[in-house]
């Protein structure tokens, strides 16, 4: 099974960085035996040819997306375009924004097939377990999903045991069952680290190269350096 993760662009962010919770998804997924690459559309131009690119070569069974409100229309236009692309593809969206209209996304955007709802680390590690094995998506805490022109929900996936250890103490031992990223992050054509590093890069007297290959040892080990100056700037959709 192969799965690809997409980050969407906003049409507000701080300077675009990877997405951390894609590559650890990624790194879950992984984990089960799924082939995985993740397409940043943020740090990197987005298009439709890109996407189209990407898909021909690649030639995922899943493809999901996350998503917050204020870019929930670029992420859903991105799959969109996937489904029409790969139609036997399954779709996937999760995010803050779906967690809690899923019935309306479900509703409104027939090229989603699946949304998942809070956390998506056990949730997607037990679908691609039931995709594979042909069995009921009912079986999956945390999904919503549309069956004979239904939209069905199962049972919320409670986050109380990550909360109870948090308290707790036990943070670090739950940490440590979560696959790291950072190779996921290593393995990505297009590197998003390397854009960050070009920003910082004219700041110092260190050249690019040297800069990249730090913020890359930071990633590999968890950090990862923000900008936390605002940076205003609109999504496009380009053809080329």
Same mark, same amino acid.
């Given at each position: 099974m192969k799965a690809l993760l997409v980050q969407p662009p906003y049409p507000f962010s701080e300077f675009p960085k990877p997405s951390w919770a894609l590559m650890s998804l990624g790194a879950v997924l992984q984990q089960q035996g799924v082939e995985v690459e993740v397409l940043d559309l943020l740090s990197t131009r987005c298009s439709p040819r890109k996407i189209e690119e990407r898909l021909s070569r690649f030639q995922p069974d899943l493809i999901g997306a996350t998503c917050v409100t204020m870019n929930f229309p670029s992420a859903v236009k991105i799959l969109q375009h996937?489904?029409?692309?790969?139609?036997?593809?399954?779709?996937?969206?999760?995010?803050?924004?779906?967690?809690?209209?899923?019935?309306?996304?479900?509703?409104?955007?027939?090229?989603?097939?699946i949304v998942v709802r809070g956390e998506g680390e056990e949730t997607l590690k037990e679908l691609v377990r039931v995709l594979d094995a042909g069995r009921s998506l009912q079986e999956v805490k945390g999904l919503s999903f549309r069956r004979n022109g239904t939209i069905l929900q199962t049972e919320d996936r409670l986050e109380v045991d990550f909360a109870w250890k948090l308290l707790s103490g036990d943070l670090l031992e739950e940490q440590g069952k979560i696959p790291h990223p950072g190779q996921l992050a290593s393995e990505?054509?297009?590197?998003? &680290? *390397?854009? $960050? @590093?070009? +920003?910082?890069?004219?700041?110092?007297?260190?050249?690019?190269? =040297?800069?990249?290959?730090? &913020? *890359?040892? $930071? @990633?590999? +080990?968890?950090?990862?350096?923000?900008?936390?100056?605002?940076? =205003?700037?609109?999504?496009?959709?380009k053809e080329s």
């Open positions: 996937c489904k029409a692309f790969a139609p036997r593809a399954t779709i996937i969206m999760g995010g803050p924004h779906v967690t809690f209209t899923a019935a309306e996304t479900l509703r409104d955007f027939p090229e989603v097939d990505q054509r297009e590197d998003p &680290l *390397r854009v $960050l @590093a070009r +920003r910082i890069s004219p700041a110092t007297s260190f050249p690019l190269q =040297f800069v990249a290959s730090k &913020l *890359r040892k $930071l @990633a590999e +080990r968890g950090i990862i350096i923000c900008d936390e100056t605002p940076k =205003f700037h609109h999504w496009q959709w």
